[in-house]
């Protein structure tokens, strides 16, 4: 059983920016697309980004794309999320998620999850 804990959440003013970590337990996460998704109070889940295993290859939302960066340190069981240009709107928990499949894995479909870090974006 892989457990992943996320880290970096933290209070931000708008136009700022912050790095999320997600770090699996066991080292096996090079066999996983990583993904990063995200969800605000009242509001369904959505997907934010994924990296394949490789780390080659990154996926994004229109909503974050130039302005998140996916990215994954397998040697470290790591992956991270740099998120610049911070806006109001990107206020939620953040969570990341691994998954067999890019197709599945934006789809929410996970076979691991975290649980969670906050980032709250000001005005």
């Known amino acids: 059983q892989v457990q992943l804990v996320e880290s970096g959440g933290g209070l931000v003013q708008a136009g700022g920016s912050l790095r999320l970590s997600c770090t699996a337990s066991e080292r096996t996460i090079n066999d996983y697309v990583m993904g990063w998704f995200r969800q605000a109070p009242g509001k369904e889940r959505e997907f934010v980004a994924a990296?394949?295993?490789?780390?080659?290859?990154?996926f994004y939302a229109d909503s974050v794309k130039g302005r998140f960066t996916i990215s994954r340190d397998n040697a470290e069981n790591t992956g991270y999320l740099q998120m610049n240009s911070l806006k109001p709107e990107d206020t939620a928990a953040y969570y990341c998620?691994?998954?067999?499949?890019?197709?599945?894995?934006?789809?929410?479909?996970?076979?691991?999850w975290g649980q969670g870090t906050q980032v709250t974006v000001s005005s």
């Open positions: 990296i394949s295993r490789s780390g080659a290859v990154g």
């Open positions: 998620a691994l998954s067999t499949t890019t197709s599945s894995l934006r789809l929410g479909i996970s076979d691991y």
